[in-house]
């Protein structure tokens, strides 16, 4: 005997991805996170097969970070005054022109540390222009009673893209060596461009009243500040990006692919991921109504992966941090984009993601310079356990405000 479809309940099941827009949108994102998953683990062993050190390595990282930072606020600007799919349309178009500049000069042995760095920067500020647009644009997409969803259902797809790409990162380096593995990724970014392109959403900020860029950049700020709970954790997330990027992108390849083989680093990077995914289906049934005092809380398990890669001997124990690290992650991760979505005005969004980018990534160059250096004067283990340290520590101070206590999810 059949039972008849319920179409409400057929709709509910689909969620945020029964929109069109939607679905081009997490598409071409996840598509382009798939190659952007497997462009750090090829860009590490690029440097290394090259004869750089932890610091030049350092430096190659530092410089794509460095061009990031410099460009976003730009780029936030721009998102709140032109067409958000142009943005990321056009980026991503570039992206794999640059990428695939480079995957040429790697097979062709003609690749050189400057030429990295130089193709890192370019790649690094082409990216950038359109980060601040591509986050907001979920509220284009679908209706806000079930942006919550969206947001959940868009991170989860990203991280699970992502999870394969470390993965698919790390055999072909392994395999084919690091120039396929960027030409792979510069493959991605076509792709992505082409889903971005169907996107047909509405331009909300009209271009009339506008007080120039640094006006715009001026009301973008005000509105950072307005929000304690907002500028507190952009200031907590500098201090992570400080410490963590360089113990993630630059003593993890040593440590980890030194003492496991290459291969493991990818599958270290790929468990994280599937953290990221754990955390991201949790969030699709878990709605707390505190969810930045929650996602804060559960922010301090990431220290479980630099404490992991200190004191383990074993593989295992290092895996089982890594997927602690993205389960904590996600959560937060979440509950922090819904809070953006769901309390800042439309016509600031941009600005607002890009203030939270550049705060949160301003200090990450740095320690990617220092932490070759720093790591070598003091010891990578007690290096790596100072990080977990600051990790932890930042996110239970960060409880400590009310405002993140008290801010509730509508």
């Known amino acids: 005997m059949t039972t008849p479809v319920d179409v409400d309940t ?11 827009d939607f679905r081009w949108l997490v598409t071409g994102t996840a598509t382009s996170g798939l190659g952007n998953a497997i462009a ?39 998102g709140d005054r032109v067409p958000r ?26 690749a050189t540390l400057p030429a ?42 990203q991280t699970g893209a992502a999870v394969v790409g470390y993965c698919v990162g790390g055999v ?31 331009h909300t900020r009209p271009d009339a009243g506008s007080t120039g860029f640094l006006g715009d950049l001026g ?36 440590v980890v692919g030194d003492g496991f083989g290459r291969s493991a680093w990818g599958l270290a990077l790929g468990t994280l991921m599937a953290g990221f995914v754990a955390g991201g289906l949790l969030c699709l049934r878990w709605r707390p109504r505190h969810g930045l005092y929650v996602g804060t809380a559960m922010l301090s398990l990431t220290a479980a992966f630099p404490v992991a890669m200190a004191l ?16 904590g992650l996600q959560v937060f991760s979440v509950q922090w984009d819904v809070s953006i979505q769901q309390n800042i005005r439309e016509e600031m969004l941009s600005r607002v993601y890009s203030f939270d980018m550049v705060g949160s990534f ?19 283990q007690d290096w790596l356990l100072l990080v977990g340290l600051v990790m932890a520590a930042s996110s239970f101070g960060a409880l400590l405000s009310t405002d993140v206590r008290r801010l509730q999810r509508s």
């Open 116 to 157: 990295i760095g130089l193709i890192g920067v370019a790649t690094g500020c082409l990216g950038a222009l359109s980060s601040p647009s591509a986050n907001a644009m979920t509220r284009l997409t679908v209706p806000r009673d079930v942006l919550g969803s969206a947001v959940a259902v868009r991170s989860l797809l």
């Open 312 to 327: 383990s001997d074993h593989l295992l124990p290092i895996l089982v941090g890594a997927f602690l690290h993205g389960l």
């Open 172 to 202: 072909l380096v392994a395999a084919t060596g690091s120039g396929w593995a960027i030409a792979v990724d510069a493959a991605t970014f076509v792709v992505a461009a082409l889903f971005f392109s169907r996107l047909r959403v509405p």
């Open 10 to 20: 057929v709709r509910d099941r689909l969620g945020p991805l029964r929109y069109p």
């Open 219 to 254: 009301e973008g700020l005000r509105e950072v500040l307005r929000h304690t709970w907002l500028w507190l954790l952009i200031g907590q997330a500098l201090l992570y990006h400080l410490c963590y990027g360089g113990a993630q992108s630059v003593l993890g390849p040593i």
């Open 40 to 78: 750090p683990v090829a860009l590490a062993f690029a440097v290394l097969d090259l004869g750089g050190s932890a610091s030049d390595l350092g430096l190659v990282v530092a410089a794509y970070a460095l061009a990031e930072v410099v460009t976003i606020l730009f780029g936030g600007v721009l």
């Open 362 to 380: 301003v200090a990450r160059p740095l320690g990617l310079v220092l932490t070759g250096p720093v790591a070598g004067l003091v010891g990578y």
């Open 85 to 110: 799919q142009l943005m990321m349309e056009w980026s991503a178009t570039a992206c794999a022109a640059s990428q695939g500049v480079l995957a040429v000069l790697l097979l062709g042995g003609w």
